[in-house]
């Protein structure tokens, strides 16, 4: 079964510096996305890019979030400079049409 | 009003008996509908999906949607130890290419062996 790809699995990283997660979607789906769960927390939408563009974004995604399909595979979330309340689990998601998202396994992101 | 609210858990109940899982959305608009599992430090995984009202049932699980009533629930018959997970109840938000989905906190159900 086709799966979404996610790395790394688990990034830790000092407040400051710069992180990127990356998402290697299924490979006939449109619609990419980021979603977020701080631990404890519901799953969050942060932005979605459809047509090598952002569709939507939430008001989490501010200017320290940016989105990026350099290639025609990968899908990255770069965060520019981390603070310690962007730590959560991240997951990419991908859909074709209006069926069900198919979400990755997620990259725990630790900001120390 | 919370966009999607779903019962506060969590919720035990036997192994073999009927569990039941309620959802209500706050958008009239919503299209679609979708119950996902996560397990503990795993990302959600769909498990049923449903777009009209009515019931669609899917092996031993049962997802039941009201749009009249903004509602949808979703039963699993027979439950076993392995159904023991959070429970995601989710709307996908209309807008062609602005489709998202927007997730309920999750109730935490523990089948007892």
């Known amino acids: 079964e086709p799966e979404v790809t996610q790395t790394p699995s688990h990034q830790v990283t000092q407040m400051g510096q710069e992180v990127i997660l990356r998402c290697v979607p299924i490979s006939n789906h449109l619609y990419f996305y980021w979603y977020r769960q701080i631990l404890g927390q519901k799953v969050e939408f942060l932005v979605s890019?459809?047509?090598?563009?952002?569709?939507?974004k939430s008001e989490i995604f501010d200017d320290q979030f940016s989105v990026e399909r350099p290639d025609g595979s990968n899908f990255t979330l770069k965060i520019r400079s981390t603070k310690l309340e962007d730590s959560a689990m991240y997951f990419c998601?991908?859909?074709?049409?209006?069926?069900?998202?198919?979400f990755g396994s997620g990259t725990r992101l630790t900001v120390v | 009003q919370k966009e999607v609210e779903q019962n506060s858990g969590p919720l035990s109940v036997p192994e073999g008996a009927i569990a039941s899982l309620n959802c209500t959305y706050s958008?009239?608009?919503?299209?679609?509908f979708f119950w996902y599992r996560q397990y503990s430090g795993k990302s959600p995984e769909l498990i049923m999906s449903i777009y009209s009202n009515g019931d669609k049932e899917d092996g031993r699980f049962t997802a039941q949607l009201n749009k009249a009533s903004q509602y949808v629930s979703l039963l699993i018959r027979d439950s076993q130890p392995s159904d023991s997970a959070t429970y995601l109840c989710?709307?996908?938000?209309?807008?062609?290419?602005?489709?998202?989905?927007?997730f309920g906190k999750g109730t935490l159900l523990t089948v007892n062996p």
């Open positions: 890019f459809y047509n090598n563009e952002i569709s939507e």
């Open positions: 958008d009239r608009g919503s299209q679609s």
């Open positions: 998601a991908s859909r074709l049409d209006r069926a069900g998202y198919t």
């Open positions: 989710a709307v996908n938000k209309s807008g062609g290419s602005n489709y998202k989905l927007t």
